[in-house]
Each structure stands twice: as C-alpha cells, then as structure tokens.
T-cell receptor, first 115, second 114 residues
C-alpha cells in the first residue's frame, strides 16, 4: 500500500517570494509521482509528474519538483510566486505496475500568496 | 476546460435518499476514475473503470456503486445517504489504463446531505 504525507496544511507567502511545498511518500513498490493544483471551485489540474530519468522535473506555470529516492520525497518549488498561484496543491502517487493508474493523494497544502 | 463533464454541479438531498452522479469522459478516453473529496478524509480514490469493466476499487462503501456504459460515460450511485457522504465527487478520465498517462479531472459534483 502507498501513502502520501504533505507536511504543511497551509503555506502563507508574499508575492514574488520563493516557495516550497513538501511531500513525502511511503510505498513498498515503485511509484510514479505527481503534483496537482486545484483552483477555487475547479477540478484538479496536473502541474508536473516524475516517471523516470532526471530527478528534477519542470512543470507548468514555472513550478518544478525534485524527486529524492533516499528520502522518499517529492517537494514542489517555485522561485517567485504570483497572486494567481493561490490554490490547493496535492501530491499524489501511482503504483508503477498496478494496471489501473489510480492516484493516492496527500491531504493537500493551501498556498496563500499575499500582496 | 479539461473536456470531462459532470452533472449535476450541485446536489442537495436528505438522509436516506439515493442519487446518481454522471460523468462524461473526454472524447476517446477509455478509463474513468471516481474520487471523493471531503474535509475529513481528503481526496480518496473510489473506483476505476476501463472500457466498461471494473478495474480497481478503493475505499468505496457498499452503499455506493458505479458502472461505465457502452458509450463510455459513467454513473456513480449513492444510496441510503448519510450526513457524512456530503463531499465533492470528482470524475477523471484518461485514454488507457497506463499509470504514466495523465488523468483529466472534471469540475466535480458537490453533494450536500441534510
């Protein structure tokens, strides 16, 4: 079984400051890793995913994430945030050989960008 | 717009009732997933259908059932509703069942049980 822990439920940050949203996972099998964003009153949208290869993954809207196998982490970063980045962010894993692709999500982190 | 549609957007009903949530996947997508988002449990996987067949089940209650029809749309049926079933229910679709493929999420159906 897999589990995902997002270490911060809320992250307040000022506009143009850098931000890091932390995610740790636990799994007895190999997994793929994802970050999704949920804007108010909308569905989830994929920001980026790690499948294999380079451990630094770049996504949409200037976000990037780094996979660290030894620490079982997949932290999301952005060097300079905008007001429009205010949203809920979810880290998720999918078992590599499950033949289903179901996603197991963390509890979410609310990013609040202040002017 | 992800291309996934869900109806209705909002649903208010009483305890003990039964409701049906509908999902139309993106054109050509064979896989449909249902997720429940609640304050208590967060975002949880309920069930996955691929080309009409059930592929995986998650934390789905026995009072809940789902199916995927030949035209690939899916319905989630919730019966004997309880207050704790109040949640946002998302449907997601993707082309196949491969883990590497992206899931596209619909806008959700907000269910309120009173």
């Amino acid at each position: 079984a897999q589990s995902v822990t997002q270490l911060d439920s809320q992250v307040p940050v000022f506009e143009e400051a850098p931000v890091e949203l932390r995610c740790n996972y636990s799994s007895s099998v190999s997994v793929y890793l994802f970050w999704y964003v949920q804007y108010p009153n909308q569905g989830l949208q994929l920001l980026l995913k790690y499948l294999s290869g380079s451990t630094l993954v770049k996504g949409i809207n200037g976000f990037e994430a780094e996979f660290n196998k030894s620490q079982t982490s997949f932290h999301l970063r952005k060097p300079s945030v905008h007001i429009s980045d205010t949203a809920e962010y979810f880290c998720a894993v999918s078992e590599r050989t499950s033949n289903t692709g179901k996603l197991i999500f963390g509890q979410g982190t609310t990013l609040q960008v202040k002017p | 717009d992800s291309g996934v549609t869900q109806t209705p957007k909002h649903l208010i009903t009483a305890t003990g009732q039964r409701v049906t949530l509908r999902c139309s996947p993106r054109s050509g997508d064979l896989s449909v997933y249902w997720y429940q988002q609640s304050l208590d449990q967060g975002l949880q996987f309920l069930i996955h259908y691929y080309n009409g067949e059930e592929r995986a089940k998650g934390n789905i209650l026995e009072r809940f059932s789902a199916q995927q029809f030949p035209d690939l749309h899916s319905e989630l049926n919730l019966s004997s509703l309880e207050l704790g079933d109040s949640a946002l229910y998302f449907c997601a679709s993707k082309f196949r069942d491969r883990e590497v493929d992206e899931q596209y999420f619909g806008p959700g159906t907000r269910l309120t049980v009173t």
